[in-house]
């Protein structure tokens, strides 16, 4: 017959186990009180480590470029209704005209509507040639392709036909230097395109 | 109450004195010393030709002037005109370059007490090489208007990011480095002490979360039962290489070179590796404390190396930066080895975890990782040009002589006392 010892520590095993779990709570609290500290300190190890090397975070610009980069994300959705409404896109004069910011005049950009295939660019070019020039480039489905089921995000926007549109927007930190012109490649020609938070990596991106 | 590992312990390590453990770590310090002495010659063929960006901030007299060289890739991007022999064009390149230089002064937004600096005046020329250029930015300066700051940050060039070197001159003190290769960082030239003890903190939060050595020897030491006193043991003597080689490294300056770094990763992961086979083959040794402190040393190098290239930012408080660095990773390091050996305790007590395979799978894991991290350092020396599978060699005839010199010295060093080879069964019991 199989004898099974059974052990009973008393009061100094309970008061030891009760310390013990004291001692697992508290570091589990801690590693937690530290986690949350280290994310709310804003600047978590290097913003890069998640993104491509021609991509960048808009938290690493300048203040002066990260207002206009928000600017312009805000200015698209002006843009997308306009194509929505016009089943066109607008054209830059227009969007100056309605007011639309940052394509209104006295912004200190000159912007300009490019378009290849399935993919427009409105490309603004600095008027100070040592400040960078931005390009908000926007790529609709190709026709007959299977529908894309992305989620909403920065880079995949909707319009209200469910049409799933594919957005980037791109910087050239050297704008007087850039040439007014459809660019197909903007990360073979020095631009570095911009996002507010890393892309998830599981998603499609950029497939052109 | 001693438990059941604690009585373990003592009765198979009764030559685990401090003057002996004191020997034994000396016979393996000694042994890495001259394991990293046999591949110094490796640093003298350190072929650092990274391109780099060279900045020289200079505070004089009423001015303070920006001298910027820029490497001919990080013009590529600013499409300048080039001639046949595809260098940089000898004329006509001052416009274009001046708009390079108020480029950077936008981006590099220097303050003083929080005001942004006027426009610098800008000179801007081609190298003598063609390749490179050389600008120049003149702000008028007071230096009794506060403190200076600025947007530090690399470049780019074709979605490369290229290294910045800046060199800061005050008017009075020592001149300082900052070597920027990640995120732009806003820069206090003349930093509180307040200021240096928070970014240093956040730095040794970083290196100890972004790093997964440490994790790895964590593991080791946990997998197999181990008495509190042992694990304080390891722990204390992990620290104390730590803490020794860090503060050696940082007081001399030490700042390696890729090819250096990368040796000093091989013997830090073959460390790793010859821990995860203790904790399977011999988990009452009583060299762990010995290997913890190797461990350190190595480690501490690294870490101390990682502080020098980071004390520029810590200005004329560089013992506060230090200290706080320092403590950060060993508190944390201590956490995270408490915390998990709790959590081992824990977990051993359910009756269905056997220890045996639980500690074989581990330091399988641990093992296999630190493998890779031995493949990958091995890999950078090769595209360096150095032949890596003579230092392969040499860390592991190193790591077998102090095998075989432990077997010998414990043989000699024991006294009395059970010398049996430790069982599995012999480990159960609580934690």
């Known amino acids: 017959m199989a004898v099974q010892e059974v052990r009973t520590g008393g009061q100094g095993a309970a008061s030891s186990e009760r310390a ?37 975070l808009a938290r690493t610009l300048p203040e002066s470029e990260q207002t206009l980069f928000h600017t312009l994300r805000q200015g698209l959705l002006q843009v997308e209704a306009e194509r929505a409404r016009l089943s066109r896109w607008p ?28 993919v427009v660019s409105y490309l603004g070019l600095p008027a100070d040639a040592a400040a960078p020039a931005w390009m ?19 880079e995949h926007h909707r319009l209200p036909d469910g049409t799933t549109l594919h957005i980037y927007v791109w910087r050239h930190q050297f704008g007087g230097r850039v040439s007014a012109a459809f660019i197909p490649q903007p990360q073979a020609d020095g631009w570095t395109q911009v996002y507010s938070v890393p892309p998830n990596p599981v998603l499609p991106t950029r497939p052109s | 109450m001693a438990s059941a590992a604690e009585n373990y312990d003592e009765a198979m390590t009764p030559s685990l004195r ?93 303050r003083q007490a929080d005001v942004l600096l006027p426009p610098p005046a800008i000179r801007a020329a081609v190298g003598p090489d063609r390749l490179s250029a050389l600008i120049t930015l003149v702000y008028p300066f007071n230096a009794a208007n506060g403190s200076l700051s600025g947007r530090l940050h690399t470049f780019r060039s074709g979605g490369t990011l290229i290294r910045t070197l800046v060199h800061y001159e005050p008017l009075s003190g020592a001149a300082r480095t900052f070597d920027i290769t990640g995120d732009y960082e806003r820069v206090l030239f003349e930093p509180q002490a307040s200021d240096v003890v928070k970014q240093f903190a956040t730095r040794g939060t970083t290196t100890l979360l972004g790093g997964s050595l440490y994790f790895l020897v964590a593991l080791c030491l946990i997998a197999p039962l181990r008495s509190a006193r042992t694990l304080t043991t390891a722990v204390v003597a992990l620290a ?7 503060a050696a490294a940082t007081l001399a300056g030490w700042s ?55 004390a520029a930012f810590a200005g004329a408080h560089h013992a506060a930066g230090f200290v706080t660095f320092a403590l950060i990773l060993i508190l944390g ?52 040009g150095i032949p890596a599978d003579r230092l392969l060699m040499t860390v592991t005839l190193g790591w077998a002589a102090a095998i075989l010199c432990a077997g010998i010295a414990g043989s000699l060093l024991r006294t009395t006392g059970p010398a049996n080879t430790p069982t599995w069964s012999d480990a159960s019991g609580s934690f």
Do not use: C
Request: proline share 7%; no cysteine.
């Open chain 2, 240 to 246: 104390g290489g730590q803490l020794i080689a860090s």
């Open chain 1, 20 to 56: 013990r779990v004291i001692v697992l709570a508290s570091l589990v609290i801690g590693a937690i009180a530290l986690y949350v500290t280290y994310r709310a300190s804003g600047d978590v190890g290097n913003s890069q480590k998640d993104l491509l090397p021609f991509q960048t």
């Open chain 1, 136 to 154: 908000l480039t926007i790529q609709e489905p190709e026709p007959n392709s299977p529908p894309d089921r992305s989620p909403n995000d920065e």
């Open chain 2, 256 to 310: 390696p070179g890729a090819t250096t770094l990368a040796t000093l990763q091989i013997v830090e992961a073959s460390t790793v590796v010859v821990l995860a086979a203790q904790g399977v083959l011999s988990p009452r040794s009583r060299w762990l404390p010995a290997l913890g402190l190797v461990f350190g040393l190595v480690f501490g190098a690294e870490l101390g190396a990682q502080f020098t290239q980071t």
């Open chain 2, 18 to 110: 401090p003057g002996r453990s004191r020997r034994a770590s000396v016979v393996l310090a000694g042994l890495l010393a001259a394991l990293l002495g046999s591949t110094a010659h490796l640093s003298a063929h350190d072929p650092n030709a990274e391109p780099v960006v060279d900045m020289t901030i200079r505070a004089a007299a009423g001015q303070l002037v920006v001298s910027v060289t820029l490497p001919g890739s990080a013009l590529s991007d600013a499409n300048l005109p080039t001639e046949n022999d595809g260098l940089l064009a000898a004329q006509g390149l001052e416009q274009p370059l001046e708009v390079v230089g108020r480029g950077i002064a936008n981006t590099l937004e220097l």
């Open chain 1, 91 to 118: 054209e830059p004069a227009a969007l100056a005209s309605a007011e639309v910011a940052p394509f209104a005049a006295g912004n200190g950009y000159t912007w300009q509507l490019f378009r290849q295939g399935v």
């Open chain 2, 333 to 384: 390091e201590a956490w995270i080895a408490a915390l998990m050996a709790s959590a081992t305790g824990l977990i051993y007590r359910w009756p269905r975890v056997p220890e045996r395979w639980t500690t074989l799978m581990l330091a399988a894991i641990v093992a296999h990782t630190a493998l890779h991290r031995v493949s990958d350092s091995s890999q950078r020396l090769t595209d360096a």
